[in-house]
């Protein structure tokens, strides 16, 4: 399996406090992670590194095999990764129109997105919410709405961060079950996560933070088709 991403001597600091120190991360195309770690280790400041939105200045990275710098954030990678939030934050329109935010701020045309957006809507069970308002939500529509925005966007990397958290029983059940398409669909996954659902998914591998470093593991479950 291809790299995708690559980064070496990934370190942050927080005044005299090193947050974490990463010797190497590799993200290859296609392929499906959980980070785990407990409290105040750093999850979602690395996928806050990955996504941009936290600096950050490795001794090596590249993407797709050309080295690259994340300081200041390059172009590739904001057409390339997007990030969703533990709460995500969604406009004051319809659930139809939070899903063609993405393509319509990238200048695509009305007649091109809408079938990308259907497409994204029943992929994530909410077509019948497509006039919507966000404050009629419950926690678990938002954040399959939140998944279908990413998702309408084809990104090459998908950053979750605690996607289940706030959702029990069918909700939670719903998220987990839409992983997996992600990935088969060609994006890379990395899932800042507890759940041990989440972590048990067959072919996810799981890297781990624990006193300033990062570790890997693969899932040895046979995949279910």
Same mark, same amino acid.
């Given at each position: 399996?291809?790299?995708?991403?690559? =980064?070496?001597?990934?370190?942050?600091?927080?005044?005299?406090?090193?947050?974490?120190? =990463?010797?190497?991360?590799?993200?290859?195309?296609?392929?499906?992670?959980?980070?785990?770690?407990?409290?105040?280790?750093?999850? @979602?400041?690395?996928?806050?590194?990955?996504? !941009?939105?936290?600096?950050?200045?490795?001794?090596?990275?590249?993407?797709?095999?050309?080295? /690259? +710098?994340?300081?200041?954030?390059?172009?590739?990678?904001?057409?390339?990764?997007?990030?969703?939030?533990?709460?995500?934050? $969604?406009?004051?329109?319809?659930?139809?129109?939070?899903?063609?935010?993405?393509?319509?701020?990238?200048?695509?045309?009305?007649?091109?997105?809408?079938?990308?957006?259907?497409?994204?809507?029943?992929?994530?069970?909410?077509?019948?919410?497509?006039?919507?308002?966000?404050?009629?939500? @419950?926690?678990?529509?938002?954040?399959?709405?939140?998944?279908?925005?990413?998702?309408? $966007?084809?990104?090459?990397? $998908?950053?979750?961060?605690?996607?289940? +958290? @706030?959702?029990?029983?069918?909700?939670?059940?719903?998220?987990?079950? $839409?992983?997996? +398409?992600?990935?088969?669909? !060609? +994006?890379?996954?990395?899932?800042?996560?507890?759940?041990?659902?989440?972590?048990?998914?067959?072919?996810?591998?799981?890297?781990? /933070?624990?006193?300033?470093?990062?570790?890997?593991?693969?899932?040895?479950?046979?995949?279910?088709?």
């Amino acid at each position: 399996m291809k790299e995708l991403l690559v =980064i070496e001597g990934l370190r942050k600091d927080f005044g005299e406090r090193r947050l974490f120190e =990463i010797e190497r991360l590799v993200i290859r195309q296609a392929a499906a992670y959980v980070l785990t770690g407990l409290n105040g280790t750093g999850k @979602s400041t690395l996928l806050r590194i990955l996504a !941009g939105l936290e600096s950050a200045s490795p001794d090596r990275a590249a993407y797709m095999g050309a080295p /690259l +710098s994340l300081r200041p954030y390059p172009r590739v990678l904001r057409e390339s990764v997007v990030y969703v939030h533990q709460h995500p934050v $969604l406009f004051s329109t319809t659930v139809a129109a939070n899903i063609a935010y993405g393509l319509t701020a990238r200048g695509m045309p009305s007649a091109q997105a809408a079938p990308r957006v259907e497409q994204a809507m029943a992929w994530a069970g909410v077509t019948h919410l497509r006039d919507s308002k966000p404050q009629t939500l @419950s926690g678990g529509e938002k954040q399959r709405v939140a998944l279908a925005r990413a998702k309408v $966007l084809e990104p090459r990397l $998908l950053l979750l961060d605690e996607p289940t +958290s @706030s959702l029990d029983g069918a909700a939670r059940e719903q998220v987990i079950a $839409l992983i997996p +398409s992600l990935v088969a669909a !060609g +994006s890379s996954v990395v899932i800042a996560c507890h759940d041990r659902d989440l972590i048990s998914l067959p072919q996810v591998e799981r890297l781990k /933070l624990r006193d300033g470093r990062l570790q890997a593991r693969q899932n040895r479950v046979r995949a279910v088709s």
